[in-house]
């Protein structure tokens, strides 16, 4: 597996103290916080399928679900995990029990009170395959049983050691719902979830927004929230608008109040707009990256992923299209996980060298297209693209990689298709290349991703080793990192495996997973939650 032409570099720990700044930084009052209004926000994410992140687990869950559901725990800006709906929290020696004391004056929306029974119900919903969850049942994958010890006391009982435990219950997709509404079907749970959250969800028009109004009873904000009490805001409206153009339009006009996956151009042009204001949250877990299937030909020959690899040149790309909003990533991992190791000489750009790997592996001929051929098979590539999620500038650089990848023989065919088509893509393994966000919490995301476990699809079909990457040496490795809690020893071990894969040729990171919001002088209090970088509207007041 792993490949000797590599160097295994001195690691370059990535520095985080000033991105994670900028996750969580937080626009200073210009006076005294009023109450009322509604705040209009406009997203450019894809519309969730279900307003449940239980069920699926995907980033734009994650982004709505902050406003109306809440986890046991939260992370501040230092990083350190925050107390939340539970107040404490113990370790037994062996790893293998975790007992959390809850909040005893929390209630849902619906009257059911929040207690040890509600967080039973909540982890066997993520762990039932009727769920259909990923994300979630990723994460909570260890939990063997669960004992509501006391109405305030769960304990938590696991088949193995999770040093990633508590990362995992500060995601929004492992965050507690009511056990009543829970009961209902799952398409009515769906249209409107019930959680303890400062907002409520009160109506759901598809393709056009969600209205989501104050929770006047709220008493349960993160232990790093500015105020108590309920939201200032009466209510906001989540727009679905996906068009970029459109989306910051409104923005300039006025229409909306605040705008998600701004574009590059939009960004830099904002710069000089006195009455918009950007705020950067780069996303914890995996780098944006381009994922080589390793799974079938032609990338189960190392030879081809480190010709693939050689063979394109991705920095022109980024500071030609992204003015300066991005930069190279040279790691597996996001810039705000400290563990991440950024090896950019692994990373340098050699057609000659990528022409001789190719020769070698038997893809030598030159068809009348210029594409290289073996046994008269073209050297081509599916490359699925879901233009939910990659944004105009990101698949501009994916055409640039696959004019950069031709100048070597290889055929990229990209094949652009709306979300649901991607992931049927996925499921059916129909891709050499895919570039696939995944936003966890903590260096445990290379488990999830990497370990060969994870190419079992989860209950919703997804499995997040789209690398298809397997060796035991690296599974064990990031399994003994999951399950040790001597911080040096993870990131010792989190180095090693990110080592490996990157000398194996099975990723070519890109960039951070980007989170550029884009709002209003007149909306003040406004943050970046920090466990996923998601919106939260808590202490968020308008000026005007």
């Known amino acids: 597996m792993n490949a000797p032409r590599i160097l295994f570099l001195p690691l370059s720990i990535v520095a985080s103290a000033a991105l994670l700044a900028g996750c969580t930084a937080t626009t200073e009052p210009a006076a005294e916080p009023v109450d ?15 307003l449940d992140p239980h069920v699926g687990g995907n980033y734009p869950q994650g982004l709505i679900s902050t406003q109306y559901l809440e986890s046991l725990v939260s992370k501040n ?15 037994s020696a062996d790893g293998l029990t975790w007992d959390f004391t809850l909040r005893d004056d929390v209630n849902f929306t619906d009257g059911t009170p929040f207690d040890a029974d509600a967080v039973k119900a909540n982890i066997e919903h993520l762990k039932d395959p009727e769920t259909a969850s990923s994300t979630g049942y990723l994460a909570v994958g260890k939990i063997d049983g669960i004992e509501a010890v006391a109405a305030n006391q769960v304990r938590f009982t696991l088949s193995a050691p999770d040093s990633a435990l508590l990362e995992s219950f500060s995601q929004p997709w492992v965050s507690i719902q009511s056990p009543t509404a829970l009961e209902r079907d799952q398409a009515t749970n769906c249209e409107s979830p019930v959680g303890t959250g400062p907002f409520i969800v009160t109506d759901w028009v598809k393709q056009q927004s969600v209205t989501l109004e104050r929770n006047q009873d709220y008493n349960s904000a993160p232990a790093d929230a500015e105020h108590t009490g309920a939201a200032r805001l009466d209510a906001i409206e989540w727009r679905f608008i996906p068009d970029a153009a459109t989306r910051y339009a409104a923005l300039q006009s006025g229409d909306v109040d605040v705008i998600d996956n701004a574009q590059p151009n939009n960004i830099s042009s904002a710069a000089d707009v006195a009455t918009i204001e950007e705020l950067d949250a780069p996303r914890p877990g995996a780098a944006n990256r381009i994922e080589l299937n390793s799974g079938k030909a032609p990338f189960d020959d190392i030879r081809v992923r480190e010709a693939f690899i050689r063979s394109v040149d991705v920095n022109p790309g980024i500071e030609s299209l992204f003015f300066g909003t991005a930069e190279r990533s040279y790691s597996v991992l996001s810039s705000v996980e400290p563990d991440g190791v950024s090896l950019p000489d692994v990373f340098t750009t050699d057609p000659e060298a990528a022409a001789a790997l190719l020769d070698e592996a038997g893809w030598d001929t030159i068809d009348s297209d210029g594409y290289r051929t073996k046994d008269g098979e073209r050297l081509s590539l599916t490359f699925p693209i879901s ?9 501009s650089l994916f055409e640039q990689i696959q004019a950069s990848a031709k ?16 992931y049927g893509a996925l499921f059916t393994n129909e891709y050499n290349l895919v570039s696939a966000p995944y936003t966890k919490v903590g260096a445990d995301v290379l488990r999830i991703l ?5 190419i079992i699809p989860a209950p919703s079909g997804y499995y997040a080793n789209l690398a298809q990457l397997s060796d035991p040496a690296l599974d064990e490795i990031l399994t003994t990192a999951s399950e040790v809690s001597d911080a040096a020893e993870r990131q010792e071990l989190y180095a090693e495996a990110q080592s490996i894969i990157v000398d194996g040729f099975y990723v070519l990171p890109l960039y951070d997973q980007q989170n550029h919001y884009l709002y209003s002088t007149s909306v003040e209090g406004f943050r970046a939650l920090p466990p996923v970088a998601a919106p939260t509207f808590y202490d968020a007041w308008l000026n005007n």
């Open 407 to 422: 100048d070597v023989g290889f055929e990229v065919i990209l094949q652009p298709t709306d979300l649901s088509s991607w």
């Open 77 to 91: 800006s230092d990083g350190e995990i925050i107390p939340w709906l539970a107040t404490d929290w113990t370790e």
């Open 36 to 50: 009322g209004g509604t705040l209009v926000y406009a997203t450019g994410d894809a519309e969730p399928g279900c």
């Open 387 to 395: 233009t939910n999620q990659s944004i105009p500038a990101e698949q």
């Open 450 to 454: 990497y370990h060969s476990d994870s």
